[in-house]
């Protein structure tokens, strides 16, 4: 248990400050690597930072659980989700965007600009990812609110987890664990959602007709949502989560933090409203900051990998402020430069362009540009030719040179599509594709078609043992033609 | 030795009771969830033994509840893969082999069935693409001894080429040299006017010689001109493929031997339905008439 489950009044003239006895958890005489985990009972808090964080809240989960039912008419025989990682068929839809599996290199770009676009951020603005947006910030927060609608808030709690067993204990108990496993289940069912038609899938699951892989998915997920959100909460950002330990190296003195302005607050020590104490700063020790922190941890002990700049201390400690008529801000972002600089009575300072900012901010514009480049100028048609190696080559009785092919046809577009097959450059050259005519090939929609084919050339054509050879794709329809390079062979000369 | 408890004042947690030179060692417990992970995997094991095979006896071994054997799935995984192939394989051997050709179905059907038998069975000689060496014809030209139609393939692996069976494809090409018909300055003079049929030779005077001796020995089988008869199994002698050589030394020795290679009947070792995808397939290597 962290502290005693009791809070007394700090009698303040007609208004009162909530005191609480918190302490941190990971205060140094308290660190042992054997250490059970000390649970947390965070307090609720009003203000702007919890507002935005509700907001963010309500946003990521409505993203993540509506996102499968969003529907994009690509045709027939065509999922209509738009948004599906298609594995059977391998096939990734982004609604008008289609990748292909030879394409994931799509998706790695994605995800590295995702990683520089947090690398950014974190310069900039510090720990935001892990304090709004982080999927297990958004799920603990759920779970957490959870609690506190069954077991009540945090003094609430603490008097139930120490109280003897009874009806009304396990009766709240079994409640908060049956709504945390729903919310679980709901979060593992909405992730294979994006693996297959979402209605589909919904009746599927319902009437146990889904694939297995479904249901185990499912439980794994559940299971984890359950666990992290529920249970392991602050020990996954402190212990399992690597982002804490490589943000290090994005941060500097100008990135943006919550920070206790220890200059204006310290000596802390509690002291009565109207009777300015001359000894004592702004901080009256009310340890609010200390009782709303979901990370259990005191932001007056200064930057800590704890730390996931929730900024619901500063939440509390506005509120305590306006209380006791003192200037808000005793806790708030800033910058540990600017802290520094108000520390001397100097004027704090905005510094976004640095050359941290800068460099991350150019190679996400660098990433961006190629993959845009890239994904306007993709074709929609692909060929690939596979020389046989086995034989190399073959004489004819007329002593020519007869090379085997196999030419793939990729066609990534939403209708079957009729090709001509030709050669660059080859004079006298005879080409034949086995069961098909050159100049009529069909390849059905989104689909990739090979054909054998056979280029004979007469051996006097031949001037070396091999010559470069170009074949030609053109599609029908609209002249388009793709091209690819091979090797034409004969024997030594 | 006497165990006395003694708990370390520091930690907290009590010591093994052992000592060197004033040094104690803690007996800090295992932690909670190694324990429970560990007594798991213990029950997990005991469980195994009971419903998996687990333990050799002196002829047998234990076969456990369930019992399990890879071998035995191997098997129904080999009779299950035969149960959907057999209807493929039943209107395959039902099929001539030009009806093969014309369905789409069966053709993909036997071109996969027919590369793998091929490699089993045939690659042997002919290698692996089909490209065959000295000896062994290729199957990918469009050159072939014994005819290269479907149903003339389809015989050749059936019956062979001199081969067992009574009804094998066979002819007699004689040992020009060994059974004294010639001599080797006339056969010498022959090769000259053999492969003078497909390119230029510079001694004219032999070729006129080889010409006439070619008429007199050769014609019969290899037709006038050399073009070979399919019928009867004699290869064309005028085109640029050589089944044993297109040197001088080497049209000499099948000359002086009369060389006479050998296929097996596949009938005899393979069912009807595999040759026909074998024919299906090697007519489409690219030479296929």
Same mark, same amino acid.
């Given at each position: 248990?962290?502290? +005693? ?130 999927? +297990? ?153 200390? #009782? ?139 080409? +034949? ?15 990739? #078609? ?44 | ?210 010409? #006439? ?59 009807? #339905? ?16």
């Amino acid at each position: 248990m962290v502290d +005693q489950p009791r809070a007394k009044a700090y009698e303040d003239d007609e208004r009162s400050v909530e005191r609480s006895e918190a302490f941190s958890v990971n205060r140094t005489e308290r660190r042992s690597l054997y250490k059970k985990r000390e649970k947390i009972f965070p307090k609720m808090v009003s203000g702007t930072f919890r507002r935005l964080k509700w907001i963010i809240l309500a946003v990521t989960l409505s993203v993540y659980y509506l996102t499968p039912w969003i529907r994009w008419d690509r045709g027939p025989n065509l999922p209509d989700q738009a948004i599906l990682l298609d594995l059977p068929a391998r096939r990734f839809y982004f609604f008008f965007i289609e990748i292909w599996p030879q394409e994931v290199y799509y998706l790695t770009g994605l995800l590295i600009l995702a990683a520089l676009g947090l690398f950014l951020v974190t310069t900039l603005a510090g720990r935001v990812w892990c304090g709004y947006s982080c999927p +297990q910030t958004v799920w603990t927060d759920l779970f957490v609110a959870v609690e506190r609608l069954i077991e009540g808030d945090r003094s609430a709690q603490m008097r139930l987890e120490s109280a003897p067993w009874s009806a009304a204990k396990i009766a709240k108990k079994i409640s908060k664990h049956a709504i945390w496993l729903i919310i679980a289940a709901a979060t593992g069912g909405a992730w294979v959602f994006y693996f297959a038609d979402a209605p589909t899938i919904l009746h599927d699951l319902f009437t146990l007709q889904a694939a297995p892989v479904a249901y185990i998915t499912i439980a794994v997920l559940t299971g984890t949502t359950y666990l992290f959100g529920g249970h392991a909460r602050e020990q996954v950002c402190i212990y399992m989560c690597p982002w804490p330990r490589i943000q290090a190296a994005m941060l500097d003195e100008d990135s943006l933090t919550v920070t206790y302005r220890d200059f204006r607050g310290e000596p802390r020590g509690p002291r009565r409203k109207n009777k300015p104490d001359e000894s004592l700063g702004d901080c009256i020790d009310c340890n609010q900051c200390v #009782a709303v922190c979901p990370m259990g941890i005191d932001i007056r002990d200064g930057q800590q990998l704890e730390c996931i700049t929730c900024a619901l201390c500063i939440d509390a400690c506005d509120n305590v402020m306006d209380r006791v008529n003192l200037p808000r801000g005793l806790i708030a972002y800033d910058t540990l430069a600017n802290v520094d600089l108000r520390a001397h009575g100097g004027k704090a300072r905005v510094r976004l362009l640095r050359p941290r900012s800068l460099f991350y901010l150019g190679v996400i514009l660098l990433v961006g540009a190629v993959m845009l480049i890239s994904l306007m100028s993709r074709s929609v048609l692909d060929i690939n030719v596979l020389r046989d190696r086995n034989p190399l080559f073959v004489t004819l009785s007329d002593g020519s040179i007869r090379n085997g092919y196999t030419v793939k046809i990729l066609n990534k577009d939403y209708g079957e599509k009729q090709f001509r097959l030709s050669l660059e450059d080859m004079e006298g050259a005879g080409l +034949q594709v086995v069961g098909s005519d050159p100049d009529s090939l069909t390849v059905k929609s989104d689909r990739l #078609a090979g054909f054998r084919v056979f280029v004979t050339l007469p051996l006097s054509k031949l001037d070396d043992e091999s010559r470069p050879i170009t074949f030609v794709v053109t599609d029908l329809s609209n002249g388009n033609d793709s091209r690819h390079d091979s090797v034409f062979r004969g024997p030594d000369q | 030795m006497a165990r006395i408890k003694e708990t370390d004042a520091v930690t907290g947690v009590d010591t093994t009771g052992h000592e060197w030179d004033g040094i104690k060692e803690l007996n800090t417990p295992l932690p909670r969830w190694w324990l429970w992970t560990f007594y798991a995997c213990c029950i997990w094991a005991f469980g195994y033994w009971l419903v998996m095979p687990a333990w050799p006896l002196v002829s047998d071994f234990t076969r456990g509840y369930f019992g399990y054997s890879s071998r035995a799935n191997l098997t129904e995984q080999i009779a299950e893969a035969q149960a959907r192939q057999s209807g493929y394989l039943e209107r395959i051997a039902a099929a001539d082999v030009e009806g093969i050709q014309q369905d789409p179905e069966l053709l993909g059907f036997a071109m996969a069935g027919g590369r793998s038998a091929f490699a089993v069975n045939c690659s042997q000689c002919h290698g692996q693409g089909a490209a065959g060496s000295a000896g062994y014809p290729n199957l990918n030209d469009d050159d072939w001894i014994w005819g290269g139609s479907l149903d003339a393939i389809h015989q050749t692996v059936v019956y062979g080429i001199r081969s067992d069976h009574e009804d094998t494809r066979v002819n007699d090409m004689p040992a020009f040299l060994r059974d004294e018909i010639l001599t080797r300055d006339e056969i010498s003079d022959t090769a000259e006017y053999v492969l003078s049929l497909s390119g230029e030779r510079p001694d004219q005077a032999a070729v006129e010689r080889g010409a #006439a001796i070619f008429t007199d020995n050769c014609v019969a089988c290899h037709q006038e001109g050399g073009v070979g008869n399919q019928d009867l199994g004699a290869p064309n002698l005028s085109d640029g493929i050589w089944l044993y050589g297109a040197d001088k030394a080497s049209v000499v020795a099948s000359i002086n031997t009369g060389r006479g290679g050998v296929m097996p009947a596949w009938n005899q070792r393979l069912d009807e #339905a595999t040759i026909k995808q074998l024919a299906v397939y090697v007519h489409s290597l690219g030479g296929g008439e």
